[in-house]
């Protein structure tokens, strides 16, 4: 009788045998298993190695309430009532059903900040094998399956803004216990107001060193270390690699960057606005080009300026055809497509004028204050670097859903061969179409895009938004909606 890795078409014993053997020789005592869920959260349980082999085999039980989550960790949807799982794909969850998470021997990793202790990436499956619809990593391999049916791989490239504090008072009290709890007491790292100061990067240079070591000890392509503007406010960026791989290297950055400072008495916070009076709000850079599946050169940049393209603000200028249809496509679908790129109330409030974060869906030439920057220029000796930037983004997305909803807005630019409108230079002043301002405004435009609920499918964009739905409708509920958020984004995320 074939085991369930056999059922999944996902078993190799050759790699299952090499894992153990270097569970053996690196005197590896316990594995976590992890999934991310639909808010970027690694979760997952922690098995002894000698469990490892039955596991790579017959997988690691996982009550299927964990894909039904809101950022309390609170089900959204009613899994004990008939009818509310009624949506195609989800009815097998119902009664909190079991899933199976199957390990992937390929991403294993040892965890720099945990003696004895590995890691590997699982994805939840039903028990006869079939993949999870609503699970964000399969949503972005969908996505991306459906852009090499058109001839093209995706490069990311990533710039994550984040908040490092020091902890002053863990608070953690039992009495303080609450659903979800309080933050700790906190001091800052750096003062802040001084963007690349030297001075404050060697001020913060023990919390620094610390995410330096956790990146590059589990093989993460970390390219710089930045100081922001804001106090205790960083950069992290990555070189560009496929789209998937960078999302899976995005989801386990935040995760591991946040256990290692912890275990040093800090705490970093992916949340787009911490608690603060005086604060900048962080945002995720996503650089994006096509490559073409046939030859590997980069699709999006163009050799000379196009014959017709006379005027320095048509995108043409730099981008191929292939490219400006792309840039076309998320123009056009990014108020739906906002819910995957900013998915928190929190996230919305960065939206503000002249604080080098978008307001409108426009684009520019290099140019900060736009939504969508591109980069590059005609006939470019390294044409790897033409590229799109999307500004729109909140470091607490979560990366498959963030890199798919690009996928398919882009896709649908190539398709209907749209074109964009003229470069914007002052992207505050135009009178460009707004980006929601708030959660409910995007969970709408995520219901109104056809593009964005046929390329998720039905289950995922139903459970995201009946997700994001009940986020919404909790903090609108809350006394002190101030301290909700402080609870909620900032002492979990």
């Not at 992937?104 to 079939?130: I, N, Q």
């Not at 074109?419 to 435009?445: F, H, N, V």
Request: proline fraction near 7%.
């Amino acid at each position: 009788m074939s085991c369930f890795a056999e059922r999944c078409d996902a078993f190799d014993a050759a790699a299952n045998e090499r894992l153990l053997r270097e569970l053996h020789d690196r005197r590896i005592e316990r594995v976590r298993i992890a999934w991310c869920d639909v808010h970027g959260l690694m979760r997952g349980k922690t098995l002894m190695t000698s469990a490892l082999r039955a596991a790579l085999e017959e997988g690691v039980g996982m009550v299927g309430t964990l894909m039904l989550k809101d950022t309390s960790d609170r089900t959204a949807l009613k899994v004990f009532e008939p009818g509310a799982l009624a949506v195609p794909g989800l009815a097998r969850l119902a009664g909190a059903a079991n899933l199976l998470l199957l390990p992937d021997p390929a991403s294993f990793r040892v965890l720099p900040w945990a003696e004895g202790c590995g890691w590997l990436r699982a994805e939840p499956r039903f028990d006869d094998g079939t993949p999870v619809a609503i699970d964000p990593r399969q949503a972005l391999q969908s996505a991306l399956h459906g852009l090499a049916a058109a001839g093209f791989g995706l490069r990311c490239g990533l710039e994550i803004e984040f908040h490092i504090y020091r902890i002053t008072d863990q608070g953690l009290d039992p009495a303080g216990a609450e659903w979800p709890g309080e933050p700790p007491s906190l001091a800052l790292i750096h003062p802040g107001w001084q963007l690349l100061g030297e001075a404050w990067a060697d001020l913060a240079d023990e919390p620094l060193a610390i995410v330096q070591r956790t990146a590059l000890g589990l093989g993460l392509p970390l390219r710089s270390l930045e100081i922001e503007l804001g106090p205790s406010q960083v950069e992290a960026v990555f070189d560009a690699t496929d789209a998937l791989t960078a999302a899976d290297q995005a989801a386990l950055f935040r995760s591991a960057v946040r256990q290692a400072l912890r275990r040093a008495g800090y705490h970093a916070s992916f949340v787009c606005r911490p608690p603060f009076a005086n604060v900048m709000a962080s945002g995720w850079h996503l650089h994006q080009s096509l490559v073409s599946l046939d030859d590997g050169r980069n699709a999006f940049a163009r050799e000379t300026p196009a014959g017709d393209a006379a005027d320095a603000d048509d995108a043409r200028q730099v981008l191929s055809d292939t490219g400006a249809a792309w840039l076309a496509g998320l123009l056009a679908h990014a108020r739906g497509a906002s819910l995957c790129s900013t998915p928190t109330i929190n996230g919305h409030s960065r939206f503000k004028p002249n604080a080098m974060a978008p307001v409108s869906v426009l684009w520019g030439r290099d140019n900060r204050g736009a939504m969508l920057r591109v980069l590059g220029r005609a006939g470019l000796s390294e044409p790897r670097a033409t590229r799109i930037e999307n500004r729109s983004g909140e470091p607490m997305a979560n990366p498959y859903l963030y890199i798919a909803s690009q996928i398919h807005a882009g896709l649908d630019g190539l398709r209907r061969g749209l074109q964009p409108p003229p470069a914007s230079t002052s992207p505050y002043a135009d009178g460009g179409e707004r980006l929601p301002t708030s959660l409910g405004e995007a969970i709408a435009a995520f219901d109104a895009d056809p593009v964005m609920q046929q390329g998720f499918g039905a289950p995922l964009a139903h459970v995201y938004s009946a997700i994001k739905r009940t986020e919404q409708a909790r903090h609108d509920e809350a006394e002190d909606p101030a301290a909700w958020q402080r609870r909620e984004y900032f002492s979990r995320y």
